[in-house]
């Protein structure tokens, strides 16, 4: 099987690569079967220009989003963490997905998905993780689990690359399990 994941986040420091890292160690090391690797990708490798309409008519679809697309296609299975800015997707990962959606409007091509948040408060971006599960159906998502982890920084050792909060470790562990092949 194999899973791509990243974070909707271009930030080096970005809570929601850590949380991307530690789901992909999970899998990678045996969660949901021995033959899992996992593909992280990092959406800053996918800059393009903001989606209009006119520039699309002018140049085209950029080849940047033709690969993220691509990307997508060769998965079994999705896993997305979702930073939130300001209640919303991050600019960035819009972008991205607007223009992706030019290639085919069900961006995520049916496949199975884990959606994630996070955020160092109290909410723990559930705001964000509730805009991406109830749009994901018509965007082309088969949702297995969405997972709001709040208070990241007390929840979650750096250090050690792990959650430190056993319900909420359970709780992240079983969101990942349900990509296992049924």
Same mark, same amino acid.
């Given at each position: 099987?194999?899973?791509v994941?990243?974070?909707?986040?271009t930030?080096?420091?970005?809570?929601?690569?850590?949380?991307?890292?530690?789901?992909?160690?999970?899998?990678?090391?045996?969660?949901?079967?021995?033959?899992?690797?996992?593909?992280?990708?990092?959406?800053?490798?996918?800059? /393009?220009?903001?989606? !209009?309409?006119?520039?699309?008519? +002018?140049? %085209?679809?950029? $080849?940047? &989003?033709?690969?993220?697309?691509? =990307?997508?296609?060769?998965?079994?299975?999705?896993?997305?963490?979702?930073?939130?800015?300001?209640?919303?997707?991050?600019?960035?990962?819009?972008?991205?997905?607007?223009?992706?959606?030019?290639?085919?409007?069900?961006?995520?091509?049916?496949?199975?998905?884990? /959606?994630?948040?996070? !955020?160092?408060?109290?909410?723990g +971006?559930? %705001?964000?993780? $509730?805009? &991406?599960?109830?749009?994901?159906? =018509?965007?082309?998502?088969?949702?297995?689990?969405?997972?709001?982890?709040?208070?990241?920084?007390?929840?979650?050792?750096?250090?050690?690359?792990?959650?430190?909060?056993?319900?909420?470790?359970?709780?992240?562990?079983?969101?990942?399990?349900?990509?296992?092949?049924?």
């Open positions: 099987m194999r899973i994941a990243f974070a909707a986040s930030s080096s420091r970005s809570i929601n690569k850590q949380l991307i890292r530690y789901a992909s160690l999970l899998l990678a090391g045996g969660l949901i079967g021995d033959d899992v690797t996992v593909e992280v990708l990092d959406i800053g490798d996918y800059e /393009m220009p903001i989606y !209009s309409i006119d520039r699309q008519d +002018a140049d %085209g679809i950029p $080849e940047s &989003a033709h690969r993220f697309h691509g =990307r997508i296609a060769e998965a079994d299975a999705l896993i997305i963490s979702f930073a939130e800015h300001n209640g919303y997707y991050t600019a960035a990962y819009k972008n991205l997905y607007d223009w992706a959606s030019r290639i085919d409007r069900k961006v995520y091509q049916e496949k199975p998905i884990v /959606m994630l948040a996070t !955020s160092p408060g109290g909410r +971006a559930a %705001g964000v993780l $509730e805009r &991406a599960m109830e749009a994901a159906e =018509r965007q082309g998502a088969d949702v297995r689990a969405g997972l709001s982890v709040p208070d990241f920084n007390d929840n979650f050792d750096v250090d050690e690359g792990r959650l430190v909060n056993d319900d909420i470790d359970r709780a992240f562990r079983q969101a990942l399990s349900t990509l296992a092949r049924n």
